[in-house]
């Protein structure tokens, strides 16, 4: 019982460093590139799996507490970390943020006007959009928009 709880607490720790990093880098180089003002633990903790973070916790707690041989336990965490940290190429970060966060031919209305364009970044109280009307991004409050 103890290796278990000794298996979820490891598995969680790494899986959770994963989660940071990434995201981190995607904040640094697709948000702030964008000037899209976003606190990183909103962004952090609106921008979660639960099924991806449980599936994580399970196979790297199991294989760093169960599995008896250090070189595949230290290969299959650097098939893991390595294109995490990969994501702190700007290049890469940016491409990264981009295909997980933007969305292409989108519409806003607020009652007086419809905006359309490509949704750069959908926040907790505002949407970022580059109006393609406008031919900039505009910053949008939620409370205004209507369905």
């Known amino acids: 019982m103890i290796r278990l709880v000794q298996a979820l607490l490891t598995g969680a720790f790494f899986t959770l ?3 940071f990093m990434a995201l981190l880098a995607i ?30 916790t399970l196979l790297l707690g199991v294989v760093a507490i169960y599995v008896r041989s250090k070189s595949a336990t ?4 650097a098939l893991f970390f390595i294109p995490v940290l990969l994501l702190f190429v700007p290049s890469l970060g940016k491409e990264a943020g981009k295909t997980l966060l933007q969305q292409e031919n989108v519409r806003f209305g607020d009652g007086r006007h419809v905006y359309y364009g490509t949704l750069f ?14 031919g900039r991004l505009i910053t949008l409050d939620k409370k205004d928009l209507k369905p």
């Not at 904040?27 to 994580?56: G, R």
């Not at 970044?121 to 406008?134: A, C, I, P, S, W």
């Open 121 to 134: 970044y959908d926040g907790r109280h505002q949407v970022t959009l580059f109006d393609d009307e406008l």
């Open 74 to 77: 230290i290969t299959l965490y």
């Open 27 to 56: 904040k640094m180089h697709y948000l702030d590139h964008h000037d899209i003002h976003e606190y990183y633990n909103t962004f952090f903790a609106e921008h979660q799996n639960p099924y991806l973070l449980i599936a994580l």
């Open 17 to 19: 460093i994963l989660d």
